[in-house]
């Protein structure tokens, strides 16, 4: 029994970390939002968009899991040209993943980023080393998986970068006028994960044990939490008990403020960079209050999933036997 909890407590407070650091699929988060999607696909409404998704291979393995990044542009042609695309993050990942993220923030005259610090923060290169117990955990937890930070990655010195988020005091009184905690969400990620284990997969424990000990223990390992991306409905609900958090429905109405001033001062090709359990709340809104569509889609692989190639090594000669070989030359 002891040895079941304690594994059970590893995978659920991991699978809570990772949700809590912007891991989703869908906005089905209640009761109230699920029939409206019922009732959406009764009356011929297009499929949701997702903001995270896991490719597999020819044998059912996890191969990839990506982000989206979806473009929206105003239903009315006398705002013909403006775009605004929501870039869907998670915030731990491969390399190249925020090397090409990089590379396509270049292409907008303005990027709003997620990040609770005061008005105007810009993490200075390489990032910031944080000694709040969250962030160490968020550290240990890019080095097991053998993966990169995204504060440690991405380039927010870029002129065209504009912090879009909540301050420190703002975020702390909004959770408190809502009776949140940022520890609370993350025991009840754990619960849950803990409740679900119970009534599912029997073998989940044992698969991670052997994960952890296995000698590609990393690649494993984020096989195995790639997989838990693929049923989040449920745990979606553990930021909205019915009237949304502070951690996702207060962050993007200030995101949303932002960008509204940033499209007044005259900037027409826009982003939002935020974690992906963001984004489908955010697009209702964004289509809500700035009258846009969402008009395309594409993906960017986070992690590579993919057994890694074994190159053959070149056959040693044994050097006895090449040392006469030179002598009865």
Known sequence: MGLRVSILSVSGLALGLLISLGFDRTAAANEKEVQRADKERAAGAPAKTEYLRLLRDDEDR?????????????????????????IAAVHIGEKSYYERLN?????????????????????????????????????????????????DQVDYQSKNFVHADMTPEAFSKSMDDRGETVWGLVLRALGRSMAEESKGDDWFDLKLLMALVDKNRALRVKRLLAEQFEDLEGVAAVFDTGDGSTLVTERNKRALEVLGKEIASGKRRLAIFYGAAHMPDMARRLAADFNVKSVKQEWLTAWDLHQPVKTKRPKRVDQEKRTTEEKQE
Not at 62 to 86: C, N, W
């Open 103 to 151: 590379e396509r923030f270049r292409d907008y005259d303005a990027v709003l980023y997620e990040l609770v610090a005061p008005e105007g923060t810009r993490v200075p290169p390489g990032g910031v080393k944080s000694k709040h117990p969250v962030g160490r955990l968020q550290t240990a937890l890019k080095d097991f998986l053998d993966l990169n930070f995204q504060l």
């Open 62 to 86: 996890p191969a990839e899991l990506q982000t989206a990044i979806v473009r929206f542009a105003p239903a009315d042609e006398s705002r013909k040209g403006m775009t605004v695309d929501l």
